[in-house]
């Protein structure tokens, strides 16, 4: 955000926004709310700015962002008059900005057109409605930094040392303090050799000693259950997410062979310009 915007938007919030009652004139895009020399900012610039706010400011009442984000623009619009012809680098990053702004106006086009619920429904039976039921454990572990350690660990357990216990005192895992529960999960949700060591264990048995790249694990497989497809309620945010993501592909896709486009291979050209700032003026 622009360096002047917080402490504009500071003081109007601490202000209260104590204004006098007075006649307000009903607003449209083009409502000019003020001049800066020759140049207006109507209402539409104003809700403009809004939109591309930080979350934290986004729920604002709007009387209090009002003043700042007016404020804001009318500032920047007398720093920008005392600019009489933008410089090489300036115009640069213009245009990369106008080729960023355009192209994120497509894709937000194209990912609010794109989720329907047809398409919901679509890509739910594509992704779930043959599928079969799959198996979800659930499973504690101990994490320790060493073979010694966990081969320890296994022996107080098999002198019926208590597991919720042991992993509080001795796991160096985020689960340690919850007695080293994992809770629910589904196939390729862990790491290769911890899943291959669930898998292979009964309910309430104890592993041996597993290692994996975050340390020595000792795992106690607590139940399992076959798990049937969830409902599309459950799975909505990654069905929408799902078909946004396939839809701007397409997009893309669509656009690179709508248009000629060559590029240079990095085997053609000498990268190094990348770390000369020189450039960007010349």
């Known amino acids: 955000m622009p360096i002047s915007f917080r402490p504009v938007i500071a003081t109007v919030i601490a202000c209260g926004l104590a204004l006098p009652a007075m006649a307000q004139e009903q607003v449209t895009a083009d409502t ?7 140049e207006e900012i109507t209402a539409g610039h104003l809700f ?3 939109t591309q ?3 934290e400011y986004q729920g604002l009442p709007d009387a209090q962002l009002y003043s700042g984000l007016l404020q804001q623009l009318v500032q920047q619009s007398a720093l920008a008059a005392q600019l009489e012809e933008p410089s090489t680098a300036v115009e640069r990053i213009l245009e ?4 960023a702004l355009f192209a994120s106006a497509v894709i937000g086009e194209v990912t609010e ?3 329907t619920d047809e398409a919901l429904q679509a890509t739910y039976d594509e992704l779930y409605a043959q599928a079969e039921p799959s198996p979800e454990y659930n499973a504690s572990h101990i994490l320790v930094e060493s073979q010694e350690a966990a081969a320890e660990i296994k022996t107080l357990l098999d002198e019926g040392g208590d597991f919720a216990e042991l992993a509080q005192a001795r796991s160096t895992g985020p689960s340690g303090p919850n007695g080293g529960e994992l809770g629910w999960f589904g196939p390729g949700m862990m790491v ?5 060591a669930v898998v292979a264990l009964v309910p309430g048995q104890v592993s041996e000693p597993v290692q994996t790249q975050f340390g020595w694990h000792v795992i106690k497989l607590n139940d399992s259950r076959m798990q049937d497809a969830p409902a599309l309620d459950q799975v909505r945010g990654e069905l929408i997410e799902k078909i946004q993501t396939d839809a701007v592909e397409a997009q893309i896709e669509a656009a690179m062979a709508a248009l000629p486009v060559t590029q240079k291979a990095l085997e053609e050209i000498d990268p190094s310009f990348l770390s000369n700032p020189a450039l960007l003026d010349e």
């Open 48 to 50: 403009a700015l809004r």
């Open 192 to 196: 290769p050799p911890f899943e291959e």
């Open 32 to 38: 000019v709310l003020a001049t800066v020399g020759d």
């Open 96 to 99: 990369n900005e106008r080729r």
């Open 53 to 55: 706010l930080p979350q």
């Open 113 to 115: 057109t794109a989720v």
